[in-house]
């Protein structure tokens, strides 16, 4: 089995036989997981922030880590395994973006990174069919591409698929 770990800020892709791709502890953050169900590839990118003009120094560095410049570069990895450039027909999930530690509501930077990364798919033409966001817990997540099953693992929750 092939797998691919990210962190944050990391984004990459998978494509059969036993690829996976695998990000932990997302709380706030957003993993936003795209499927190509005709070449079988699969891949995730591990956004922690909404917008790359708050810090332009980090946007150079690591731009998966915003959610304008993530979800383009995820794209491109997967065209790379045969999806198309323009990311018609893909299948999107999202995962993530709790409130964690902001029990006031007070940055609200799980709901703005998913407002985010929704927006950008608009641009693409694309919105997701299924999502696991919100919410106070802190969630792992992993994209088979044997299977293109998406498994959610939460400590003290359990296991279950998106």
């Not at 936003?32 to 332009?56: F, Q, T, W």
């Not at 993530?96 to 609200?108: K, R, Y």
């Not at 927006?119 to 992993?142: C, I, M, Q, Y």
Request: proline share 5%; charged share 20%.
């Amino acid at each position: 089995m092939s797998e691919i770990i990210l962190g944050i800020g990391d984004y990459g892709a998978a494509k059969k036989p036993g690829g996976v791709v695998k990000t932990f502890a997302l709380g706030s953050c957003v993993a936003a997981i795209v499927l190509d169900p005709r070449s079988n590839a699969v891949g995730m990118v591990h956004i922690a922030l909404p917008d790359s003009s708050i810090n332009e120094a980090k946007a150079r560095q690591r731009p998966g880590y915003f959610a304008d410049l993530g979800l383009p570069l995820l794209i491109q990895e997967m065209a790379k395994l045969g999806s198309p450039a323009n990311g018609r027909g893909l299948v999107v999930k999202l995962v993530g973006g709790a409130s964690i530690m902001d029990n006031n509501n007070t940055f609200n930077i799980g709901k703005r990174n998913v407002l985010a990364i929704k927006k950008k798919l608009w641009a693409f033409g694309l919105g997701p069919v299924a999502e696991d966001v919100g919410g106070n817990h802190s969630r792992t997540v992993a994209v088979f591409a044997d299977t293109g099953k998406v498994i959610v693992n939460c400590p003290g929750r359990g296991q279950w698929e998106v």
